[in-house]
């Protein structure tokens, strides 16, 4: 009982301690104490040169090297209430989409400064590098990242501008066989590439397709993303149906999925491997 009175303690000394810390706060203070919660938004930070003002994150927060020393306070499924205010932070970055909506509504009730992470465009990287790194008094380094990124994707994108278009198959999940369409982040890369994705009108971003209808769209290259998880599932073997022009051509390409489907700088590393790679193909078809 005894213990349960001290931490129910804790934490209203926590939330009358932010209370008052979000009250005096004002959007002319850089926030020095951050909560960053997802791992685009850590490695955002640390681009900007903001990385040492984060003191709590989410897990799969792992680059550069020294986020994986910061404290984890949750997942994409569960965030840890009790622990983010006992940290104490003038600010929470939070993803939109990527953050349990109810733990979100909870924190902010509490009265904790929120900020949101919704990059839907490529080109939405700059421009949150930009944000974050202002709220955080980097806007030098910040500015500095955000027109670099912007630069080099407009490079990539004129690269490709005029390719002939070739068609591919992106097989971002096996089991169930998901692929990308419409909007959707990797769709968006898929485009820079110039390619043809026979999936892209599809009435979802990610849409589920089953392996006959990949084969009678006859992709001439077939991109299977890599991930480091150990709880991805083992990707497709294709040449199962060697009538397929990607398979009589052994045309496969893994990227790595950790930099590729990040919302970051490392994002266009990744991305202009992808669009040489498939370049390569598209020399060899025609």
């Not at 569960?78 to 349990?100: F, K």
């Not at 992470?117 to 008094?137: M, Q, R």
């Not at 992808?274 to 598209?282: M, N, S, T």
Request: glycine share 4%; proline share 6%.
């Amino acid at each position: 009982m005894k213990n349960i009175f001290i931490s129910i303690c804790v934490v209203l000394f926590a939330i009358i301690s932010f209370v008052s810390n979000a009250e005096t706060q004002t959007a002319n203070t850089p926030a020095k104490r951050v909560i960053a919660l997802a791992p685009h938004i850590v490695e955002m930070l640390f681009e900007a040169g903001a990385g040492d003002v984060i003191i709590g994150t989410t897990a799969h927060a792992d680059y550069p090297e020294a986020a994986n020393d910061i404290p984890r306070i949750g997942n994409y499924s569960r965030l840890n209430i009790e622990e983010i205010l006992a940290l104490d932070p003038d600010l929470i970055i939070a993803w939109r989409t990527g953050n349990p909506s109810d733990d979100l509504s909870r924190l902010k009730s509490l009265g904790l400064n929120i900020v949101y992470s919704n990059p839907k465009a490529l080109e939405d990287v700059a421009a949150e590098i930009k944000y974050f790194a202002h709220l955080t008094g980097f806007d030098e380094a910040g500015a500095k990242v955000s027109k670099s990124f912007l630069k080099r994707l407009s490079t990539i994108r004129a690269q490709y501008k005029n390719k002939e278009s070739i068609s591919v198959f992106y097989e971002l999940w096996p089991q169930p066989l998901t692929t990308t369409a419409n909007k959707a982040w990797s769709q968006q890369q898929l485009n820079v590439c110039q390619v043809e994705n026979p999936f892209v009108n599809s009435e979802t971003d990610y849409p589920q397709v089953n392996v006959e209808r990949v084969v009678l769209a006859a992709p001439e290259v077939i991109i299977q993303p890599s991930s480091h998880s150990v709880n991805a599932p083992a990707s497709i073997n294709w040449q199962q149906w060697p009538e397929i022009p990607a398979v009589k051509s052994n045309a496969f390409i893994a990227p790595n999925a950790n930099k590729l489907h990040r919302m970051t700088s490392r994002s266009l590393d990744e991305l202009a491997v992808l669009c040489e790679k498939i370049d390569g193909y598209r020399k060899n078809s025609h």
